[in-house]
């Protein structure tokens, strides 16, 4: 089976300041996907950026940006230049190709303070 | 991308009664999914609905409790039935709209609260 933890419940940071989230998997898979998922107050479910494992380029999206370590089975997620709309709930997510299920961790709780 | 809408957004509904979600895509998409959100809680999977074919459920989920509709490629539905205060959730809907890029895109959700 496979597991994601999120091992932060909460966290904080300054606005314009750099904030990293951490996620690290289990899976006995060699290709599969990763994804970090944010989810305002509003609770809509936002894409933020995908991992593929099969790839050693860590992805990168505008001021989000992923630390991808396959041998390591850590999906830590950077933010740099922190906003005010970034506050929201963030969730990992391990997907294998196979049947398209995903698997959530627990979320971080990020607050962006002004 | 896919723009996905959830109806109702939220209810309230009474011990004992079912309740059925809408969700619907604005384009043709292959795999849908039901996940549910329990207040401070991740997202569990409910089941999978593919068009054409009996919806896949996850362990700890049944088909009497959580029936699914899948009549095409834009629209299902789901049923949460003879509802108890342990049902109130968030339920969300999901979709794949490329085989290629494996991204699920999410509906909006809808808040369930049972009394």
């Known amino acids: 089976a496979q597991t994601v933890t999120q091992s932060q419940p909460e966290m904080s940071v300054q606005e314009a300041e750099t904030v990293t989230l951490s996620c690290t998997y289990d899976t006995s898979e060699s290709n599969y996907y990763l994804f970090w998922y944010k989810q305002p107050p509003s609770r809509q479910m936002i894409l933020v950026i995908r991992?593929?494992?099969?790839?050693?380029q860590n992805a990168t999206e505008n001021r989000f940006s992923v630390n991808f370590q396959k041998a390591a089975k850590s999906f830590s997620l950077k933010i740099s230049d922190s906003q005010l709309g970034d506050t929201a709930m963030y969730f990992c997510a391990f997907m294998k190709p196979s049947g398209n299920q995903f698997y959530f961790g627990t979320g971080t709780s990020l607050t962006v303070i002004p | 991308s896919a723009v996905i809408s959830q109806k109702p957004s939220r209810d309230i509904c009474q011990r004992g009664t079912s309740l059925t979600i809408q969700c619907q895509v604005d384009s043709q998409v292959t795999m849908m999914f039901w996940y549910r959100q329990q207040p401070g809680q991740s997202l569990t999977l409910i089941a999978t609905a593919n068009q054409g074919s009996e919806a896949t459920y996850e362990s700890g989920f049944v088909i009497d409790k959580f029936p699914i509709s899948r009549p095409n490629l834009t629209f299902s539905t789901l049923t949460v039935s003879n509802m108890s205060p342990e049902d109130s959730s968030i339920y969300l809907c999901?979709?794949?709209?490329?085989?290629?890029?494996?991204?699920?895109?999410f509906g909006p959700g809808t808040r369930l609260t049972v009394t």
């Open positions: 999901s979709v794949n709209p490329s085989t290629s890029s494996y991204e699920q895109y």
């Open positions: 991992q593929e494992a099969y790839k050693q």
